[in-house]
């Protein structure tokens, strides 16, 4: 089962108590209480494993190791231990009680979701010319912990829309390695699949259907995950009797969901080319450039339309790399093998 988003509880630990101890060497005089240690905080670690949310449902609280309290002869407490969520990139954490969002946007990032609390110190550090032998302490300070809700938000630099059956999982398939399962029936993909082509990630969104964005079909579960994508595919099939309504459908459910999703940079892909007319295909594109003027005719079966894809993802990795530096020295892009 796919889980894009859960409520759970975080608690960090405690600090341990300062001591209250005196030197037990021979000939020496004072204190000697030590201080508590610091208390584990919750850590989230960012996974590539979109499914990791699924740890979350059954075990519903998570709490970070207390700090030992300090010990005699100047001895510290030692720290508690860091307890470490590993959560999909994508994930948005927000503190219940306070509104408060922190997300993970990389795979191996690491972000403190609950901060341990610090330890008290020992009676040590209360000395003075004029306290020799002082019995103060501090206690040690409670770590953080609140009801926290995750909730897996797919970050994508393209994201593949449109009704069920519009080639979206066969354009992923042919271009990356993601093996989705492939059917001519409604809802083949009941989860969102990724592939990698090169440097960017593509992300297949499904269930969106007419009256999604009001919880109709399996669209309101994954319509959040559109809205961090950079670039939309917005897939059309050609085996539609009228693709401008099916691009007008999909368009109402985005927008009805967040108005900002139809300001993003589209293509509409009009998709399985080969299984039409020449003179079919002509005037299925003329009206839906009339919608977007980025429309372009795909199928997998066509080398020269699948180049085509390639060349605008092309673009688009060049822009990420400008805008992330490469890794290496050279900085020069990469030959790319023709597609097959």
Same mark, same amino acid.
């Given at each position: 089962?796919?889980?894009? =988003? #859960?409520?759970? =509880?975080?608690?960090?630990?405690?600090? *341990?108590?300062?001591?209250?101890?005196?030197?037990?060497?021979?000939?020496?005089?004072?204190?000697?209480?030590?201080?508590?240690?610091?208390? *584990?905080? #919750?850590?989230?670690? *960012? !996974?590539? %494993?979109?499914?990791?949310?699924?740890?979350?449902?059954?075990?519903?609280?998570?709490?970070?190791? +207390?700090?030992?309290?300090?010990?005699?002869?100047?001895?510290?407490?030692? +720290?508690?231990?860091?307890? !470490?969520?590993?959560?999909?990139?994508?994930?948005?954490?927000?503190?219940?009680?306070?509104?408060?969002?922190?997300?993970?946007?990389?795979?191996?990032?690491?972000?403190?979701?609950?901060?341990?609390?610090?330890?008290?110190?020992?009676?040590?550090?209360?000395?003075?010319?004029?306290?020799?032998?002082?019995?103060?302490?501090?206690?040690?300070?409670?770590?953080?912990?609140?009801?926290?809700?995750? $909730?897996?938000?797919?970050?994508?630099?393209?994201?593949? #829309?449109?009704?069920?059956?519009?080639?979206?999982?066969?354009?992923?398939?042919?271009? &990356?390695?993601?093996?989705?399962?492939?059917?001519?029936?409604?809802?083949?993909?009941? $989860?969102?699949?990724?592939?990698?082509?090169?440097?960017?990630?593509?992300? +297949?969104?499904?269930?969106?259907?007419?009256?999604?964005?009001?919880?109709?079909?399996?669209?309101?579960?994954?319509?959040?995950?559109?809205?961090?994508?950079?670039?939309?595919?917005?897939?059309?099939?050609?085996?539609?009797?009228?693709?401008?309504?099916?691009?007008? &459908?999909?368009?109402?459910?985005?927008?009805?969901?967040?108005?900002?999703?139809?300001?993003?940079? $589209?293509?509409? @892909?009009?998709?399985?080319?080969? @299984?039409?007319?020449?003179?079919?295909?002509?005037?299925?594109?003329?009206?839906?450039?009339?919608?977007? /003027?980025?429309?372009?005719? !795909?199928?997998?079966? %066509?080398?020269?339309?699948? /180049?085509?894809?390639? /060349?605008?993802?092309?673009?688009?990795?060049? =822009?990420?790399?400008?805008?992330?530096?490469?890794? *290496? /020295?050279?900085?020069?892009?990469?030959?790319?093998?023709?597609?097959?």
């Amino acid at each position: 089962m796919f889980i894009d =988003e #859960v409520k759970i =509880e975080v608690v960090a630990g405690h600090g *341990g108590k300062g001591a209250v101890a005196f030197n037990r060497n021979m000939m020496a005089l004072g204190p000697a209480g030590g201080s508590g240690g610091r208390g *584990g905080s #919750v850590l989230g670690v *960012g !996974v590539a %494993d979109i499914g990791a949310l699924r740890q979350f449902r059954f075990k519903k609280e998570f709490r970070a190791e +207390d700090g030992r309290e300090g010990g005699i002869q100047f001895h510290d407490g030692r +720290d508690g231990k860091d307890l !470490v969520l590993h959560l999909p990139v994508g994930t948005v954490i927000r503190n219940l009680a306070t509104g408060a969002e922190l997300s993970i946007e990389k795979i191996g990032e690491r972000i403190v979701i609950a901060k341990g609390g610090n330890g008290g110190k020992g009676n040590f550090h209360f000395r003075s010319s004029r306290n020799t032998s002082p019995t103060q302490f501090q206690p040690g300070l409670p770590g953080e912990a609140f009801a926290a809700h995750l $909730e897996l938000k797919l970050i994508a630099d393209v994201g593949f #829309v449109g009704l069920p059956n519009a080639g979206k999982s066969s354009m992923l398939n042919a271009l &990356t390695n993601a093996s989705v399962k492939v059917a001519n029936y409604p809802f083949t993909t009941l $989860e969102p699949n990724l592939g990698a082509y090169y440097e960017l990630i593509l992300a +297949d969104i499904p269930g969106l259907i007419e009256g999604s964005s009001a919880g109709k079909g399996l669209g309101m579960k994954f319509l959040r995950h559109i809205e961090r994508t950079r670039i939309l595919f917005h897939f059309v099939s050609t085996e539609s009797a009228d693709p401008v309504h099916d691009y007008r &459908t999909i368009r109402r459910e985005l927008g009805a969901w967040r108005k900002a999703l139809l300001e993003k940079p $589209e293509y509409i @892909l009009l998709s399985k080319s080969d @299984l039409t007319t020449s003179a079919d295909l002509k005037k299925k594109l003329a009206a839906l450039r009339k919608e977007n /003027k980025k429309t372009i005719a !795909v199928s997998i079966a %066509d080398e020269k339309s699948m /180049k085509e894809i390639s /060349k605008i993802l092309g673009v688009m990795e060049a =822009e990420k790399r400008a805008i992330i530096p490469p890794h *290496g /020295k050279s900085g020069k892009p990469r030959s790319r093998p023709a597609v097959q």
